[in-house]
């Protein structure tokens, strides 16, 4: 396996286009993530029904769900992997949909096959809105942005 956690994590490791065709398991995305020091010592299978999911179109095409890595360092932030029986732009919507009003920050690796790996950035800023003599802000995904496809 090209990403074995017991190798020596390289401080300068830099991705590039070869190690992402590696990519080819629920393992070698783990060790991928650990070589970029994401801690994966706590890798977690999930459910739909403990994700909240609801919509039954989803909740078929969904075939494993992993939260790969956790940090909470400095803000919390998730890596969650969704195997899936087809990759969709509406379920890769619905999904980032279901992450919306969750705390933390979180990237999605979505795929159907391992061939096409989709990572999704669930990305919030906070909006300031000034009236008179009070400031709010309020903390939401960008307007008007689909999730990126990389």
Request: glycine share 2%; hydrophobic share 35%; no cysteine.
């Amino acid at each position: 396996m090209p990403y074995e956690k017991e190798l020596d994590r390289d401080d300068n490791f830099s991705p590039n286009y070869n190690d992402v065709q590696l990519l080819s398991s629920r393992d070698t995305l783990a060790a991928f993530f650990s070589s970029l020091h994401y801690n994966t010592d706590e890798r977690v299978t999930q459910t739909a029904d403990a994700m909240g999911f609801t919509s039954e179109q989803l909740r078929s095409a969904i075939k494993h769900i992993e939260r790969l890595a956790y940090n909470t360092d400095f803000d919390s932030f998730s890596v969650y992997l969704f195997e899936l029986q087809r990759l969709t732009v509406a379920l890769r919507n619905d999904i980032v949909r279901g992450f919306r009003n969750r705390p933390g920050s979180y990237l999605l690796v979505l795929t159907d096959d391992y061939e096409r790996l989709d990572f999704v950035l669930v990305e919030r800023y906070t909006q300031t809105i000034t009236t008179h003599d009070e400031t709010f802000e309020v903390p939401t995904l960008f307007p008007g942005k689909s999730p990126a496809l990389v």
